[in-house]
């Protein structure tokens, strides 16, 4: 805690000398190496989605041809922003919400509302190439990842419980980097420092050849935050490798520890944040704010998981994977202090067989998956940052299984059919050892849950395809939403479920040079888990009627120049456009009828615009236009958010040689300067709605790779 508060002072003391060399590192190199472009080659990002394989659902297929809407986020999609973390290139997908309360708290929604995640990540299923990383009572601990270790991602839009279990939203799915490098042996270093004593560093070592691929990474983050109560520091290591054990078999390892501390400010109200948007959450008559309690979270955790492909003939192959991980993790907050200690076990496998003719390809999968989580939580009175008297102690054992089956057909490689089956059993085991009151252990158990799952696509050109799907999500209520920060069992807390609808169109024309994908949805889901708060400030949850939740989402991108030649030699333009009218349908709290109303927590529109450029001497500059409509905070929708305007820019130049490369960037974030709230906490007692994100802010780094 000591080297925590000490953080402000590091970083303000030695930010500016960083952005100076930063700048001065700049000049020298555009001035040295002017004269010698023979040695620079110009990058240009030639990769179009036909080329990607797509491996959501085992399709194995390209982009264009997979019966889903998915998104693609790859390396260089990455690498437009600071890669300090997930949040800006999350949200240029459409349909997809990240949040960033303070720096490190984190919330994550896919083509639904954050209704149930005060914090945290909920009703999305993640996986980390073949390994689950949601754990069995369904939380994701996604602040723990350093965006520097992620090479790609795929995000599923819509419900796929069908293969992927328990999920409303969707499914992200992301990708380590396994591919065999040019050379053997090859060194990252990078230094990034900016606006409110962020400082971000990253080292790296790659090793491979065609038998044995390594890599091991290195991160620190730490920010003092633009808010009182806001800072944050993450050091993470992680390794990962593929052994190439023969031609028919390979194995995978994904290891992991991360250290996280940041703090957590709190809501304020809309008229403190007009008058002064840095302030934490203030105390008042009957509550201390987050200063004097020293609101926050600190999470320690290991993570290891190991993946077998194999391949035992041409018709039959097999993926297992096993995974297990331990959380230390404490969270000192307005009304308790929160200490847990969590052993998660991971198992999945997936049997495939496939029949290959002329014109005619079958694909069957038959798996099962398995997860079990231990948790020994101990909850005490916060006294101003420390552990004081205790308020109760809980034993919790959570176990989640479910079957999956899944058949593709292709015919004359224009028609595919997919179609696929769930199983889903979900049971929690309470027991609260210091209540001699009530009877325990408590067990509660939802399923099994059959969640079936059918799509077709028709490609009508080699470039264009149709698709449509209909699917049955599911979501049990998770451990925090069982037991919340209120301290009562939430006995009677239903799963919700719903039944989604879709159709679309996705391809490309003029030699791939504008992709292109639109989607229309319409999904009613039931038993809506829905965020309440009591008098206290502490949350718990309902189950309202449902919501009905219907939108339109369009993604372009168009590369304009690719020509190595001119001085421009790249120029691509993009844009994703989400419309997401979604409303409450037969929701009634008490004597309050909200039915009809606009889901909470969701904006209206969301159009997300950019430019990507690069020259002819190596500089390149993107650039990224956000523009989010009005959100409404309440269910009764009696107060709303303001919506926002958001310019980022990045400008940089990469130096290429022969046997190493440099890359010296410098950015700004929102530049218009723009007042807004980037992750509210809906439904919040004493109008205390609003988490002001940064005005604007600038970074500046350098990346050496040999």
Known sequence: MLLLRRIPFICNKHFNILLKLVIITYFIFTLSFSFAQDTLHA???????????????????????????????????????????????????????????????YRFSIRGSLLRSPFGVRNVKIYWDDIPFT?????TYLQLI????????????????????????????????????????????????????????????????????SNLQQGHLQSDGYRQQSALRRDVVQWNSKWNMSSKESLSFLAFYSNLHYETPGGITEQQMDSVPTLARQPTSTLPGSVEQHTGVYNKTFFAGTTLHSSFSKNFGNTTSFVINHTDFKNPFITNFEKRKEWNYSGRTDVSYTIQQTNFKLKANVGVEVQYNDSRINVFDNDKGIPGNVQYKDKVHTTQHFLF??????????????????????????????????????????????????????????????????????????????????????????????????????????????EYNASFYYFELRQAIVLRTDSSGADYYVNSGGTVQKGVEVWLNARIINNAKNVVTALNVWNSFAYQPYRFNEYIVDAS?????????????????????????????????????SIPLNDANSVYAKRYHLLQMKLGREFI??????????????????????????????????????????????RFVF
């Open 135 to 139: 754990d069995a009572t369904g939380n």
């Open 593 to 629: 009828n909200y039915s009809g109303n606009k889901l909470t927590g969701v904006p209206r529109v969301i159009n997300v615009s950019g430019a990507d450029i690069q020259t002819k001497h190596s500089y390149y500059l993107n650039i990224t236009f956000n523009y989010t409509s």
């Open 43 to 105: 990058i240009t990002d030639t990769t179009t989605l036909d080329n990607v394989t797509v491996t959501a659902f085992a399709s194995a297929a390209k982009w264009k041809d997979v019966p889903a809407s998915i998104a693609i986020i790859t390396k260089n999609n990455l690498q437009r922003y600071d890669r300090n973390s997930l949040v800006p290139v999350m949200n240029t997908v459409a349909g997809v919400r990240m949040e960033e309360r303070s720096p490190g708290s």
């Open 146 to 213: 350093d965006v520097n270790m992620v090479n790609n991602a795929e995000i599923l839009k819509g419900p796929s419980a069908s293969f992927y279990g328990a999920n409303t939203q969707g499914t992200l799915i992301l990708h380590s980097d396994n591919n065999i490098p040019l050379k053997k042996n090859t060194f990252n270093i990078g230094v990034t420092g900016g606006s409110f004593g962020m400082f971000n560093e990253q080292a790296a070592w790659k090793y491979g050849d065609k038998k044995f691929v």
């Open 405 to 514: 089956t899944q058949l593709n057909a292709t015919i004359a490689s224009k028609l595919l059919l997919q179609a696929g089956l769930s199983r889903n059993v979900l049971r929690y085991w309470y027991n609260r050892l210091t209540d001699s009151v009530d009877i325990y252990p408590f067990i509660k158990k939802t399923g099994p849950t059959v969640s079936p799952r059918f799509a077709v696509s028709y490609a009508l050109t080699n470039n264009f395809s149709l698709y449509a799907s209909a699917a049955k999500g599911f979501s049990p209520p998770t451990l925090a939403e069982v037991r919340p920060s209120t301290g009562i069992i939430e006995r009677g807390l239903q799963p919700e479920y719903g039944w989604n609808y879709e159709a679309g169109f996705k391809g490309s024309v003029i030699n791939n040079k504008l």
């Open 657 to 702: 040689f022969s046997k190493c490369s440099l890359n010296v960037f410098a950015g700004v974030d929102n530049l218009f300067n723009e007042l807004y709230s980037l992750g509210n906490d809906i439904n919040a007692l004493g109008t205390r709605y609003f988490n002001p994100a940064p005005k604007r802010n600038y970074y500046g780094g350098v």
